[in-house]
């Protein structure tokens, strides 16, 4: 299976969008071994960013289950970023479109050096601590589910967030933008899913709605 949490497992797709809400660092490494392990064994090229701690922990856990990640690096198979400029525009800058250019980029470059597909995992609270507004998270994850999700894109695509760092009403929006959510113990199929294109009509109706408002006299 490619998604497993202690002990209860799924089947994931290509094209899906995943996250998990966390509320310690700690529990990243575990999921994202399970997925990319998979990943690796069917020939799909696999990347991993997040703060060095967890990069290290992900190579423990990876090195638990059979996984020789030294060998797999030095392949170019597995990517492991503990730097956050890569995905940043001018390597400073938090830009939604930059970040979702720099995933597709990724797929290009693994298909053609003859991968079968690419699973990635991110750690966003760390990636977008102190640069991205709420706003700006939003419009990422939107635009990434219409790449991924809506144009069904080689990719598996797990981001992870710290729920106790976000405000109530981003948490729910987040969720809202992926069809898979891993939250605590439990693995669910979002039930209020809107994909792109839904949660972007829902977005200009309430700014008509509010333009509307504030033009009555």
């Given at each position: 299976?490619?998604?497993?949490?202690?002990?209860?497992?799924?089947?994931?797709?290509?094209?899906?969008?995943?996250?998990?809400?966390?509320?310690?660092?700690?529990?990243?490494?575990?999921?994202?071994?399970?997925?990319?392990?998979?990943?690796?064994?069917?020939?799909?090229?696999?990347?991993?960013?997040?703060?060095?701690?967890?990069?290290?922990?992900?190579?423990?856990?990876?090195?638990?289950?059979?996984?020789?990640?030294?060998?797999?690096?030095?392949?170019?198979?597995?990517?492991?970023?503990?730097?956050?400029?890569?995905?940043?525009?001018?390597?400073?800058?938090?830009?939604?479109?930059?970040?979702?250019?720099?995933?597709?980029?990724?797929?290009?470059?693994?298909?053609?050096?003859?991968?079968?597909?690419?699973?990635?995992?991110?750690?966003?609270?760390?990636?977008?601590?102190?640069?991205?507004?709420?706003?700006?998270?939003?419009?990422?994850?939107a635009?990434?589910?219409?790449?991924f999700?809506?144009?069904?894109?080689?990719?598996?695509?797990?981001?992870?967030?710290?729920?106790?760092?976000?405000?109530?009403?981003?948490v729910?929006?987040?969720?809202?933008?992926?069809?898979?959510?891993?939250?605590?113990?439990?693995?669910?199929?979002?039930?209020?899913?809107?994909?792109?294109?839904?949660?972007?009509?829902?977005?200009?109706?309430?700014?008509?709605?509010?333009?509307?408002?504030?033009?009555?006299?």
């Amino acid at each position: 299976m490619d998604l497993s949490v202690e002990g209860k497992s799924e089947r994931i797709p290509p094209g899906s969008h995943i996250c998990q809400l966390y509320s310690k660092v700690t529990e990243i490494p575990g999921v994202t071994a399970r997925l990319l392990r998979v990943g690796l064994s069917l020939n799909e090229k696999c990347l991993f960013a997040a703060a060095p701690a967890q990069i290290k922990e992900l190579r423990e856990e990876l090195e638990k289950l059979q996984v020789d990640v030294d060998e797999l690096i030095a392949s170019g198979q597995l990517v492991l970023y503990d730097e956050r400029d890569v995905f940043l525009a001018n390597g400073k800058r938090f830009d939604p479109y930059f970040l979702l250019s720099s995933h597709q980029t990724f797929i290009a470059q693994a298909l053609r050096e003859g991968w079968q597909a690419v699973r990635i995992s991110i750690d966003m609270t760390w990636l977008a601590k102190d640069l991205a507004t709420p706003e700006q998270i939003l419009k990422y994850e939107a635009a990434s589910d219409a790449v991924f999700t809506f144009q069904n894109a080689p990719i598996i695509a797990l981001m992870h967030y710290d729920h106790s760092k976000l405000l109530p009403s981003l948490v729910v929006e987040v969720l809202k933008l992926h069809p898979i959510s891993v939250v605590g113990k439990y693995i669910k199929r979002n039930p209020y899913y809107l994909n792109s294109e839904q949660y972007m009509l829902k977005i200009l109706r309430i700014n008509k709605d509010k333009g509307n408002a504030n033009t009555v006299v």
